[in-house]
């Protein structure tokens, strides 16, 4: 069969991949599979769109609905999320807490150094981004305050760190007063600045303590939002996921099928997962509030079949092709070109729609990335 011919096959199931820009045979199945490239989750996206300050109001922000069901997408507000909810919904949120992860010391020497915690190894030991990394030697001191320094105690490959903590008192409380909120690069801050962003990158329903970033399509709600969701009879359910490094983590191949997001820890009570299978049995509708709940919802019942509660790993890689099992809706803010979150977006509501609506919220001047607004996709 050639080429073109697959590609109509294969169109007449996935009619939103219309960006395929190859296709290859694979011998050992003797069958066709889509084959879709990095570049195809590019998008031109003007720096002066990328949000460097959050809203004046959590519900101030824009939001883009963007329908499957009719392949169109329309303007709105934040505050309007209400009404496109069912009073039968579920909606998911991820309650973690962002900790101020970015610590800036010194050497021994004077040397000024940039700290960016990224997971905890054992008591004490935690793996790091370190800058200027290169200068950096194993048996290093690095000085944050009279009561915590730290020594880095190996190098990897991957240009990470490992580094031991030395404190005098309680770790957690030391890294709580001297670090700052760890904002992504594109947010350009002074890195002697007061730390404004503590409150404001969080959501108002954090709480517990452990990412490294905000789940942030979570930003935009506000007490009152919530208030007028529950008075509609919509039912809200919460796991806990902390945002790692995994989730930020450059895509490095072009075939995205070969693109693997590392796993990150999530935890999910019996109560939410009571939920969540009883709104499954009745064929109501998930809302997944960001892509951390998305990723945890599909790995769960991914590995378990149905929702199953406790400590787990969110090991799934959403690439094209993959089926959505947990989620029906999903509330997202516009993610970096060439992500993968992007591409989880794109999987979700069909590659073509989703990148025409990238190229329309840029057209409307909407807001990008952590602090911008979002997408919310029926």
């Known amino acids: 069969m050639s080429c ?3 590609q109509l096959a294969i169109w007449r ?72 909810l069912q009073p039968d919904d579920l909606l998911v949120l991820n309650n973690t807490k962002v900790f101020p992860a970015r610590l800036h010391g010194k050497t021994e020497t004077g040397a000024v150094v940039e700290t960016f915690l990224i997971q905890e190894i054992e008591p004490y030991v935690w793996t790091a ?38 404190a005098n008192g309680d770790l957690m409380e030391l890294i709580e007063t001297l670090g700052k909120t760890p904002l992504p690069p594109y947010i350009k801050r002074e890195k002697t600045a007061i730390d404004d962003d503590r409150e404001r990158y969080q959501t108002v329903y954090a709480k517990n303590r452990g990412a490294i970033a905000a789940p942030t ?5 506000s007490p009152d939002v919530l208030d007028e969701i529950r008075a509609k009879g919509v039912e809200i359910a919460e796991i806990t996921l902390h945002v790692g490094y995994g989730t930020f983590e450059p895509v490095r191949v072009d075939d995205i099928a070969k693109h693997t997001v590392l796993p990150e820890r999530y935890e999910i009570d019996l109560q939410t997962t009571d939920m969540l299978n009883a ?15 998305t990723r ?29 099992l947990a989620v029906d809706a999903l509330l997202t803010n516009f993610h ?43």
């Open 336 to 378: 970096l070109p060439k992500s993968s979150l992007l591409v989880l977006t794109s999987v979700f509501g069909g590659h073509q729609l989703i990148m025409d609506a990238y190229r329309h919220a840029v057209a409307k001047n909407y807001r990008f990335y952590s602090y911008g607004d979002c997408m919310l996709i029926l």
């Open 279 to 293: 709104a499954k049995a009745s064929r109501r509708r998930v809302v997944a509030i960001g892509t951390t709940t």
């Open 4 to 6: 073109e011919k697959t």
């Open 296 to 324: 945890a919802l599909e790995s769960n019942i991914t590995n378990f079949g149905t929702f199953t509660a406790g400590k787990h790993s969110a090991a799934v890689t959403i690439t094209p092709g993959y089926q959505f």
């Open 129 to 166: 981004l370190a800058r200027p990394a290169k200068r950096l030697r194993p048996d290093k001191k690095i000085i944050f305050s009279d009561l915590l320094t730290a020594e880095l105690i190996e190098k990897h490959d991957d240009g990470k760190v490992s580094i031991r903590f030395s």
């Open 13 to 84: 199931y996935y009619d939103d991949y219309m960006q395929i820009t190859r296709c290859q045979q694979r011998a050992s199945a003797s069958s066709l599979f889509l084959v879709m490239l990095l570049s195809d989750f590019d998008y031109n996206l003007p720096e002066d769109l990328i949000a460097q300050q959050p809203a004046a109001r959590r519900e101030a922000s824009q939001m883009l609905f963007v329908d499957r069901q009719t392949a169109s997408f329309s303007d709105h507000s934040f505050a309007d999320l209400p009404s496109f």
């Open 217 to 221: 399509a979570g930003l935009h709600f």
